[in-house]
C-alpha cells in the first residue's frame, strides 16, 4: 500500500496493485473564493498549488468521489479525466453530478463492490454535528453526507478513509467493524461561521489516536481550504505517537 498526498483531500492510494485518485481537487492556487458561510470568506482557496502536474495525478485505474463537495471535485478535474475511467460514488445524486459531466462508467457503493481484487466498503460520518448541519446544507441547496470508504485486499492491511467526518458514532462503528490498521481522516477543523466544525479538528485526532492506538492514523485535508481552523504544525505539535502528517507531494509506504 502507498498513500500519495497529493493536495488537500486529494490522495492517490496505491492498494493492491492498483492506483485510486481520491477527491480530484485539481484548480490552481486562489482559483476560487472562499466559502460564504465558512471561516477566513475573504481568503481565495486553494491556498497552494498542486505539488505535481494533472496529468501525474490523472494516471491512475479508478477515482473515488466521497462526496460532491466544491473542495473535493471540480470543473478541471472534470475535464482532465478519462470519461469512461471507473468512479465510485456515495449516492444517487453524486452519480447524477458525475453523468453530468459525460463520465460513463459510475458505481453507487451502497455497502460493498468489488474492483480488481479489492473490496470497498461505505461507512459513514457526520459532516458537522447531523442536527446542526444538515439544516443549514439544506437551505444552501448543498448535500450534507459524505461517505467513509474502508479498503481490503487479501494482500494488504485494511485501510479506512474516513473522509469528511468529524469524530462520532459511525466513526467508532467503521473503527469497531473493521479494526484499520491504517485510517485516514480528514483534519484541518474546518469551520462555519456559526463555529461548528464540519471535518475533524485537532481535538478530534487526539480522540481517535486514542480509541485506535494500534493503528497508524494519517492527517489529511491540511493547510488548503480557506475555512480551516487547524494546520499541519498544530497536529504535529500534539506529538501523537501513532499519527503521521504528511506534506502534499509526500508519500507514506505500508
Not at 458505481?107 to 473490496?119: A, L, M, Q, W
Amino acid at each position: 500500500m502507498q498513500i500519495h498526498q497529493i493536495r488537500n483531500a486529494t490522495l492517490i492510494i496505491t492498494y493492491n496493485q492498483k492506483k485510486f485518485l481520491i477527491d480530484p481537487w485539481l484548480m490552481p492556487k486562489d482559483y476560487m473564493a472562499g466559502f460564504d458561510v465558512g471561516m477566513n470568506p475573504n481568503v481565495r482557496q486553494p491556498r497552494v498549488e498542486l505539488p505535481i502536474s494533472i496529468e501525474e495525478i490523472t494516471n491512475v485505474d479508478a477515482v473515488i468521489l466521497t462526496h460532491f463537495h466544491p473542495d473535493h471535485w471540480d470543473d478541471i478535474a472534470a475535464k482532465s479525466l478519462s470519461k469512461n475511467i471507473p468512479i465510485f460514488v456515495q449516492s444517487q445524486s453524486d452519480f447524477d453530478m458525475i453523468k453530468h459531466y459525460g463520465f460513463t462508467n459510475i458505481t453507487i457503493i451502497k455497502d460493498k463492490t468489488e474492483f480488481s481484487g479489492v473490496s470497498l466498503y461505505k461507512t459513514g460520518g457526520q459532516h458537522g454535528k447531523r442536527e446542526i448541519i444538515k439544516p443549514l446544507c439544506q437551505q444552501i441547496n448543498m448535500p450534507y453526507d459524505a461517505m467513509g470508504v474502508v479498503f481490503k485486499a487479501a494482500t494488504e492491511k485494511t485501510l479506512y478513509l474516513a473522509g469528511d467526518t468529524i469524530w462520532c458514532e459511525e466513526v467508532k462503528e467503521a473503527l469497531d467493524t473493521y479494526s484499520p490498521q491504517i485510517i485516514i481522516v480528514n483534519a484541518c477543523g474546518a469551520m462555519l461561521q456559526n463555529g461548528e466544525k464540519i471535518i475533524m479538528d485537532a481535538q478530534d485526532v487526539k480522540k481517535i489516536s486514542s480509541y485506535a492506538p494500534s493503528s497508524t492514523i494519517i492527517a489529511s485535508h491540511m493547510d488548503t481550504v480557506s475555512h480551516l481552523t487547524v494546520t499541519r504544525q498544530d497536529i504535529k505539535d500534539m506529538k501523537l505517537n501513532n499519527v503521521l502528517v504528511p506534506n502534499d507531494n509526500e508519500i507514506l509506504n505500508f
